[in-house]
């Protein structure tokens, strides 16, 4: 279940989704590597996956989202 709430929240919304996998989880989560392969194997649209730990790349992708709306 690593990695998975990206993903289904990505198909029930009609928003972007930024998902951040942690090194830390429960169970065997491979320093983050499983969640990581998660959220990249996920089909859900508009749904951008960033490195572990990498909450600079969410900040900075977000920012980007926020450039592509017009005021």
Do not use: H, W
Not at 22 to 32: R, V
Not at 38 to 62: P, R
Request: charged share 10%; proline share 3%.
């Amino acid at each position: 279940m690593e990695g998975a709430l990206g993903g289904v929240l990505a198909g029930l919304v009609d928003k972007p989704v930024i998902a951040v996998p942690t090194s830390i989880g429960y169970g065997t989560s491979f320093g983050g590597v499983s969640a990581l392969l998660t959220m990249l194997n996920s089909c859900a649209e508009g749904l951008a996956v960033v490195n572990i730990d990498n909450g600079f790349g969410a900040g900075y992708m977000a920012t980007q989202i926020n450039r592509l709306c017009k005021d």
